[in-house]
Nanobody, 112 residues
Framework: QVQLVESGGGLVQPGGSLRLSCAAS??????MGWYRQAPGKQRELVAT???????NYAVSVKGRFTISRDNAKNTVYLQMSSLKLEDTAVYYC????????WGQGTQVTVSS
C-alpha cells in the first residue's frame, strides 16, 4: 500500500510563499492532486497534474499556485505564492480521484 507524506507547511504572512512536498512510498502512475481542508469546511481539490505534466487549478488558486511532480522521486510539489488569509488549511496530496489512504497533511497558516 502506497503511503503519502506531506511536508513544507508553516506560518506565513499574507503575500508570502511556501513550497509543499508530497512524497509517496511507491510509484504513482495516476493523476495527482493537492487538496486542502479549512476548519469547518469540506476538503477541496485545488490542483491536479497528470503523469505527463498537464495541470489544472481551482479558480481560487489559479495564477498563484503551481503544481509539479518528479516521477523519478515519486514526489509532487505545490508552489504557493501571493498567499491569502483564505488559503489557511491543512493541505493533502492524493491521486485524483483519491484512492490512497490520506496522509497526515501539512498545516498552512496565513496570518499577519
Amino acid at each position: 500500500q502506497v503511503q503519502l507524506v506531506e511536508s513544507g507547511g508553516g506560518l506565513v504572512q499574507p503575500g508570502g510563499s511556501l513550497r509543499l512536498s508530497c512524497a509517496a512510498s511507491g510509484s504513482i502512475f495516476s493523476t495527482m492532486g493537492w487538496y486542502r481542508q479549512a476548519p469547518g469546511k469540506q476538503r477541496e481539490l485545488v490542483a491536479t497534474i497528470t503523469k505527463g505534466g498537464s495541470t489544472n487549478y481551482a479558480v481560487s488558486v489559479k495564477g498563484r499556485f503551481t503544481i509539479s511532480r518528479d516521477n523519478a522521486k515519486n514526489t509532487v510539489y505545490l508552489q504557493m505564492s501571493s498567499l491569502k488569509l483564505e488559503d489557511t488549511a491543512v493541505y493533502y496530496c492524493n491521486t485524483n480521484p483519491s484512492a490512497i489512504p490520506w496522509g497526515q497533511g501539512t498545516q498552512v497558516t496565513v496570518s499577519s
